[in-house]
Each structure stands twice: as structure tokens, then as C-alpha cells.
């Protein structure tokens, strides 16, 4: 591991060590499932127990304990196998969780069990996330029973239980300026992803076709995988918010959505472009592709310090809202149709949600039932649409077109800054670039890894 990455690490628990005074942190890593017989799905590591470590091997657990003996930083991993490395790769094993990855002590696995109860012996605060794994719960569970059953000797046993997240995702809520380089990072090749997708999508190609050609860019570029499925809308089938089965041939004169974002060193992208297939958009179709735009960059320009999703929110939705009822599409005026949400048929989700190492990524929307203030460091997408199925009660002209816009934003001291900067949105630039695609059939050309 790079030197600056463990002192990245190192700060984070530093951090979080400090929020358990007389405690314990006990940090499980995510299971491991099984797809089919012996193959297993591909594994990706619990957000947190990554933060806290980089570390992203299966069966491990993290122990953090102020003041122990055998030191603070505690990992329990997988022992060397020269077997099963043979089938599954290298390993760190014991010593590479102390020399690569900066525990204070390792130990194998298999004895979790038994080092637990006196490591949960003279605490009073166990910080865990009861219910995310139910059979490591039990585990946790019976090594707090152990103690208590030697309480009668004077050793103290775990009187509180408290979700580790609430001290560890505030912390990662507020990404450092490496945590943003690598969001950015990841929002320029999901930036040639877009752009080559914008290349090949064409009438008589399949979803799939354009979902395979921003996967080969994806790992083209180095990164480890997409940050979700990824969504190629055609047609009607972009008024789908969440669809997955990206298998319609696309047509002359349809809209196509790809909602696609890559992962780059456990750091998620996510934007969305919509455009039109054969390079050119209908009357219908920019007259709301310009509305969702105006909406999108509005809501941008709420995001600031101070300032809160709801925030965000509402200035996209007073823009979609006067856009429709001038358009036809609802019944006005203006206010009263934001007032009875005559607009949640055609904009049914918000606006925007926090984003980092997960896609919707962690942290708290509401403080004491107040919409959260934004501060400097977090990340947040802006993704107002507008969506109008086949059959919706609206002028025909405009059925069956869907249109989203998405870009990853960051808060800074004085206002915001776009992290996924560069993706063409104005329709105007969106014809042009169509307009000089290359003829098909011409091989697609390599696309750079960013530096």
C-alpha cells in the first residue's frame, strides 16, 4: 500500500478511535455469497471496514480498542494457504495485515471467537451495527455473554451497545480532498464511458450493445467495476427510472437514458445524459430536454454551505413544475400545483442523494428532524427528470418520452464544484457531437486512462 494511502487510513481511525474513549469498534467485513454450486459472486468489501483499513480480503474482522496491550489496531484475516491460493489468489495472511496493511497485532482468523471475550473484557461501550449480519451478530453476542458471566471476578462487561455509524459515517460524509480526487478520477472515465456510448448508439443497436461498449471502457481504464447496473433506456423504456433489462433495439427517433457510473479504488461515479438516438431531437423532446436542463442547472446553483437538500430539491422542482403546467402537462397555476404535488406523476423521486464510496452513500438526511445542512467535503448527485409514460394523461406529442440529467457535486467553502464536468448536455452541443459521429462499423478507439 502506498505510503499516503496508509496515512490516509491511519488518520481515519485515529479519528474514529477517538470517538470510543472507554469502548471497543468491532468492524466485520462483508460475507462472502455463493452464486451457483462453488461459484462465488464477486466479492467487494464492506464500505466501512475499507475505509477504516483498505483492506479487501473476505473473512476478516476489524477490532479497534484504545489503550490494548498488543496495540489499538487489531485485524483478524485469513492465514496463508499456499493450496487455496493456488485457486483464488495470493493472500496477505498475519504478517501482511501487520507489514501492508499497519495492524497493531493480527491474528487468524479461526481464533475470533476465542481472543473475543478479552478483547470485550473491561469495556463498557461496544460500538457495532447489530442487524446488518445476523449469524456475526450471535458471534458478537456470545462473546458479551462470556463476560458477563465473569463479572463476578471483577472484570467488566459491555454495558451499551452503540451503532458504530454514528460517529463513522459523519466521518465519511465529509470527504477529504484524496477522497474527491478519487470521486473525480472515477467521473472522467465514466466520462468516456458517456461519450463512447454516445458514439455507438444508434437506431437497429440493442441496449445491451451500448451497456457492453461503457463496461469495456470501464475496465479499458482500469477500474474495478461499475458503481451499479447500469441503466441504457430506449424509447419508453427511459420512463422506467430503474430499468435493468437494457434488451430493446433502439429506434429512429427515440431518446436513449444511460444512468452509468464507474468504480474507481472503492470510489463511485454517477451521472446520467440522455440523447437522441439519430442525433437530432423532436420539437417535443428539447422543449422538455431544456426544461429538465434549466432544472438541473438551478439545482446545482443551490448547493452551497448552509444550504440543504430540501434546498436543492425544491428549486429543481419549482422549475419542472412551471415548465409543466406551461407546457400543458399539468393543471396551473404554478404554486398551487407545487402545493398539491400535481407534478410527483411526472417527478416522483428527489432530487438528489449523497454519494462517495457507495452510490447512495452514507449519512443522515435529517438532523434532530431538520433537513441536514450542507458543509464542505460532501458529495451529493443533481438528478431532476421527467418522465412520461406511454399512457400518461398528457398531450400526445409528449408521451413516452423520459429525461434525466445528472451530475456529481461537491460542496466547497464558497459555493460548489462539478466533478463530472465535461459530459455535453446542452442540446445544442449534444447535435453536434452526434452529428460528427463516426460512420459504423469503424473500430471504437482507445480511450486513455486519466492520470
Known amino acids: 500500500m502506498a505510503p499516503q494511502l496508509q496515512a490516509e487510513y491511519a488518520e481515519r481511525r485515529k479519528r474514529f478511535l477517538g470517538e470510543l474513549t472507554d469502548g471497543i469498534a468491532i468492524v466485520p467485513c462483508a460475507p462472502s455469497f455463493i452464486r451457483n454450486n462453488d461459484v462465488e459472486h464477486e466479492y467487494r468489501q464492506d464500505s466501512d471496514f475499507y475505509y477504516l483499513t483498505g483492506f479487501d480480503e473476505p473473512e476478516s474482522v476489524l477490532v479497534l480498542k484504545p489503550g490494548h ?90 454495558s451499551e451497545i452503540v451503532d458504530s455509524a454514528v460517529s463513522l459515517h459523519g466521518m465519511r460524509l465529509r470527504k477529504s480532498s484524496q477522497e474527491l480526487s478519487a470521486i473525480e478520477r472515477a467521473g472522467a472515465i465514466t466520462r468516456s464511458a458517456h461519450l463512447r456510448a ?10 445491451f450493445e451500448v451497456e457492453a461498449e461503457i463496461l469495456r471502457v470501464f475496465r479499458q481504464s482500469g477500474a474495478e467495476r461499475p458503481a451499479y447496473g447500469s441503466i441504457v433506456g430506449s424509447g419508453p423504456n427511459a420512463t422506467i427510472l430503474h430499468h435493468r433489462r437494457n434488451d430493446r433495439l433502439m429506434q429512429e ?98 432530487t438528489s442523494h449523497w454519494l462517495g464510496m457507495d452510490v447512495h452513500d452514507v449519512g443522515n438526511y435529517f438532523v434532530d428532524k431538520r433537513p441536514r ?23 400526445e406529442a409528449y408521451r413516452g418520452i423520459g429525461i434525466r440529467i445528472e451530475d456529481d457535486i461537491a460542496v466547497t467553502a464558497d459555493g460548489h464544484r462539478n466533478l463530472t464536468p465535461n459530459i455535453p448536455k446542452s442540446p445544442d452541443e449534444l447535435e453536434a457531437l452526434l452529428g460528427a459521429r463516426t460512420p459504423e462499423g469503424q473500430p471504437p478507439p482507445r480511450e486513455p486512462a486519466p492520470a
Open 69 to 158: 496491550a498488543d496495540g489499538e489496531y487489531i485485524l483478524f484475516v485469513r492465514e496463508r494457504d499456499p493450496e487455496r491460493e493456488v485457486w483464488d489468489g495470493r493472500r496477505a495472511g498475519v504478517d501482511g495485515a501487520v507489514t501492508k496493511f499497519g495492524a497493531e497485532a493480527a491474528y487468524p482468523i479461526a481464533e475470533f471467537d476465542k481472543r473475543l471475550p478479552e478483547l470485550l473484557s473491561d469495556v463498557r461501550r461496544l460500538h457495532y451495527r447489530l442487524g446488518q449480519d445476523p449469524d456475526f451478530d450471535r458471534r458478537v453476542v456470545a462473546g458479551v455473554q462470556n463476560v458477563r458471566r465473569r463479572v463476578r471476578t471483577g472484570v467488566v462487561a459491555p
Open 198 to 207: 454516445m458514439q455507438m448508439a444508434r437506431p437497429g443497436r440493442h441496449e
Open 253 to 350: 427517433g427515440d431518446l436513449v437514458l444511460i444512468d452509468a457510473g464507474v468504480e474507481l479504488d472503492y470510489y463511485a461515479s454517477d451521472v446520467t445524459r440522455t440523447f437522441p438516438v439519430s442525433g437530432r431531437f423532436s420539437a417535443p423532446q428539447r422543449e422538455l430536454y431544456e426544461l429538465v436542463l434549466q432544472a438541473q442547472l438551478e439545482a446545482i446553483d443551490a448547493v452551497k454551505p448552509g444550504a440543504t437538500m430540501v434546498d436543492v430539491h425544491d428549486a429543481a422542482v419549482a422549475v419542472l413544475t412551471d415548465g409543466m403546467v406551461k407546457l400543458g402537462l399539468i393543471e396551473g397555476p404554478c404554486e398551487k400545483a407545487i402545493e398539491e404535488g400535481r407534478y410527483k406523476p411526472y417527478y416522483m423521486h428527489k
Open 373 to 395: 445542512p450542507l458543509e464542505p467535503g460532501m458529495v451529493l448527485t443533481v438528478e431532476p427528470g421527467i418522465y412520461l409514460a406511454e399512457d400518461a394523461e398528457v398531450p
